[in-house]
């Protein structure tokens, strides 16, 4: 059939204007990831940023939220020093990202030979603060914190504290004790949180500083009981137990609970995590999770979390300063 010459100048035309619109601002299609993605989590398995890892990967696959899988690998070595080395010398810092605690924070600190700059991290979602509270045995008999005081006072460094990794966040604790209130705790670094929470439910150690989400099964258990919490209110899981701030010390402290992207992410990249992560914070799921594990905090990212960044990194300088863990 012949084509006229009409015809073949109206198609050139509309080929002329589809190009057009194509290059328009604002048409192009958004970044979305083009293969799995690498979700490293910068703690061991069973802790609370093992498990929050893990339902963010549920929420995202059980929601279809995400074009590609997250797939969760647990980076605990060094104190997280592992993770960091993984995420910065990503291959594809677009599709990479990490769980991070407040390791990001201590362990560059405390390692600047790793030559990482927690800045250069793409600020994709803090997505809550955890809390902590001391925790001991019901064997022990000690139903409050001034029993507490008295024991580990009296069994000096034969009282042991276990904790996740070394001068992070249980430790700092550990040594906010022990300064404040003249004992001489033993602390004993874990790789995890839920290993922590296991080797107090077994009487290995004597106390622990577990986040709630580590510890909540062995406390509906029943083995374990909760003396104090570093909050500066009560938190609603337990309304019975005091603050530290109700003893007599204005002390609270919490642990980020954050999505950050790989140096070297793309801004396409970023903002496609944090559009997700969003949609990962205001599900139900997550919702009821803050809920049940008593987290607090609103979702913050971008600037906003890189403000944040920066003066957490400055708490935690003065932190290890004071424990001499740097100078």
Do not use: C
């Amino acid at each position: 059939m012949a084509i006229s010459r009409r015809h073949i100048l109206g198609l050139a035309g509309a080929l002329s204007i589809g190009a057009l619109v194509a290059g328009l601002p604002g048409t192009a299609a958004a970044w979305e990831p083009t293969k799995p993605i690498d979700f490293i989590i910068m703690a061991g398995k069973g802790g609370g940023a093992d498990k929050m890892a893990r339902l963010m990967q549920a929420i995202v696959e059980s929601e279809k939220m995400a074009s590609k899988p997250l797939v969760p690998v647990n980076k605990s070595g060094g104190s997280g020093a592992e993770a960091l080395i993984a995420a910065k010398g990503a291959n594809d810092p677009d599709h990479t990202i990490m769980v991070t605690l407040n390791s990001f924070f201590t362990t560059p600190l405390r390692q600047p030979k790793l030559g990482i700059d927690i800045m250069t991290f793409a600020p994709v979602g803090r997505m809550a603060e955890d809390t902590f509270l001391l925790w001991v045995h019901k064997d022990s008999g000690i139903k409050t914190f001034e029993e507490f005081l008295a024991k580990a006072k009296a069994d000096g460094n034969k009282w042991v504290m276990g904790g996740t990794g070394k001068a992070q966040e249980d430790e700092l604790l550990t040594e906010f004790l022990n300064n404040n209130f003249g004992l001489s705790i033993k602390y004993v670094p874990y790789k995890g949180g839920g290993t922590v929470a296991k080797q107090l439910a077994g009487k290995h150690i004597n106390s622990s500083v577990n986040n709630p989400s580590e510890a909540l099964g062995f406390y509906e258990s029943g083995d374990v009981v909760p003396l104090v919490s570093f909050t500066a209110e009560r938190l609603p899981l337990f309304p019975d137990v005091p603050t530290l701030k109700e003893k007599g010390k204005d002390f609270s402290y919490g642990m980020q609970r954050a999505v950050v992207g790989a140096p070297g992410m793309s801004a396409d990249a970023e903002k496609y995590f944090q559009d997700l992560f969003a949609k990962v914070y205001n599900s139900a799921k997550w919702q009821k999770y803050r809920k049940d594990k008593s987290l607090f905090g609103d979702l913050m990212a971008g600037d906003a979390l890189k403000a944040y960044w920066q003066e957490q990194r400055e708490r935690h300088r003065k932190m290890l300063t004071e424990m001499g863990a740097i100078k």
